[in-house]
């Protein structure tokens, strides 16, 4: 199984949007500081996510977003 995933940043108005195999592990990775990009806004949860059987599909998830229309999405359902 993997995920795409939106995680968003305890301390900022930040959101960082990936995919992965493990959504556990990654979480911590990104907390852990191993994650050079989000480093600067940890720490993080996980505010939503989706499961895929195939990593195309989960890639592809998370290409979409990180579109406008992807953001305002994501941005509908943590609203909801």
Known sequence: MFYAYVLKSVSHNYYYKGHCHDLETRLRQHNSGMTQSTRPYLPFVIVYFETFD???????????????????????????
């Open 54 to 80: 195939t990593e195309v599909d989960a890639i592809a998830r998370e290409k979409y977003f990180k579109t406008a229309s992807g953001r305002k999405f994501i941005k509908k359902k943590l609203d909801e």
